[in-house]
């Protein structure tokens, strides 16, 4: 008997300026079956995801950082048409911040502390979400809001 077969991998950007956070989620999502690349601010995330470096699943996206905020990293990536998820990873998810996040470009915001599970199942629902939209448009089919 046959167990259900695996999810496929995600390649997943993380951008994080705090070390210790960054080695801790990094380790997390690896022992989850990610692959992980790793951006120490919004500079290195943008540069990451402009020229190509590898194709991405998903990016994971700290707001304040220095150099360039999360948030303005956001508003570079979708500015080049790039429509990979982005998911803000933050301490601070009030009604505002959040607002702010989605206004930016990201999909959607996870508050720390979370469990990595929770972290993963968001990620693969986000992909899902966009693979399916784009799907639809490059189909020429009619959208339908998805509840």
């Known amino acids: 008997m046959k167990g259900a077969p695996a999810e496929p991998s ?9 070390i210790i956070n960054q080695q801790l989620l990094r380790k997390q999502l ?3 079956g990610c692959t992980v690349f790793v951006a120490n601010d919004g500079v290195e995330a ?18 304040e950082m220095p150099r360039m905020s999360g948030t303005e990293c956001a508003k ?16 601070n998810a009030r009604s505002e911040q959040v607002k702010e996040i989605i206004a930016c470009g990201m999909d959607d915001a996870v508050a720390k ?3 990595t599970s929770d972290l993963v ?16 448009i ?3 089919s009619p959208l339908t809001p998805i509840s």
């Not at 966009?130 to 639809?136: G, I, L, V």
């Open 30 to 32: 690896m022992k989850a």
């Open 76 to 91: 570079e990536i979708r500015r080049l048409n790039i429509q990979t998820p982005i998911i803000a990873v933050t301490a």
């Open 10 to 18: 995600l390649q997943v950007l993380l951008t994080e300026d705090n």
């Open 46 to 63: 943008f540069e990451f995801v402009r020229e190509g470096k590898s194709p991405l699943d998903c990016i994971l996206m700290d707001i």
């Open 113 to 115: 502390p979370f469990t």
């Open 138 to 140: 490059e189909d020429n």
């Open 121 to 136: 199942r968001r990620m693969r629902e986000l992909i899902a979400t966009k693979t399916a939209t784009c799907s639809m």
